[in-house]
């Protein structure tokens, strides 16, 4: 089976920019999660989507959002991008809503300048 | 608030010995707690599982102990390899299901 992949693998943007980061999950894994890892902060939870619907919320602003579709393909978007939104995106998949392993994928390096 | 510790950010070992990786927890209610390795530029990988109803959990060179009582876990590596040098995190499920992680260890084994 292939593994969780994730698009694109680094991007560079500029303050004030927006963007969008794509996962798709293990094939028929239904539920997606999107962390931000960072050196001070660790690996902090973004959000949990299940068939389609979010289902977790982390403590992140309103200009982080995602969406799942109806393939379990999921999307997260950054609108106006901050120097402090340089991170490493993880997105992780796992066969059913609550499932205890998730798999993550290599993640999307993303630097704001 | 970090509801999961990792207070060592570094750890060497020599190859043969063991590493123990330490992680304290702050709610007596989580019960299921997992380990993830993570190499640059790769997402976390699972290693290895505890559900609070046990105190041990062992797969191959990997063992994982738990004490409930001073919530406190623990991740055995015996005996370390040089191809285990990597950034360990523990991690557990928040009453929301959230997974939350330690801040991470980084473990050098040297040849």
């Known amino acids: 089976k292939a593994g969780v992949t994730q698009t694109p693998r680094y991007l560079i943007k500029t303050r004030g920019q927006q963007v969008t980061l794509s996962c798709s999950p293990i094939?028929?894994?239904?539920?997606v999660s999107w962390y931000q890892q960072t050196p001070g902060q660790g690996l902090q939870f973004l959000f949990e989507y299940f068939s389609e619907t979010q289902r977790n919320k982390g403590n992140f602003p309103g200009r982080f959002s995602g969406r799942q579709f109806s393939n379990s393909r999921s999307e997260m978007n950054v609108s106006t991008l901050e120097l402090g939104d340089s991170a490493l995106y993880l997105c992780?998949?796992?066969?059913?809503?609550?499932?205890?392993?998730?798999?993550f994928g290599p993640g999307t390096r993303l630097l704001v300048l | 608030d970090q509801q999961v510790k990792q207070n060592s950010p570094s750890l060497s070992v020599q190859e043969g010995r063991i590493s123990i990786l330490n992680c304290d927890y702050t709610n007596s209610m989580f019960d299921y707690f997992l380990w993830y390795k993570k190499y640059p530029a790769e997402g976390p990988t699972f290693l290895i599982s505890?559900?609070?109803?046990?105190d041990k959990n062992e797969d191959g060179r990997f063992t994982v102990f738990l004490n409930k009582s001073a919530k406190h876990l623990s991740l055995h590596i015996v005996p370390s390899q040089p191809g285990d040098s990597a950034v360990y995190f523990c991690a557990t499920f928040s009453n929301t299901g959230k997974l939350i992680f330690g801040q991470g260890t980084t473990l050098q084994v040297k040849p």
């Open positions: 094939s028929g894994h239904r539920s």
């Open positions: 992780a998949s796992s066969p059913e809503g609550g499932g205890k392993t998730q798999y």
């Open positions: 505890i559900s609070s109803i046990k």
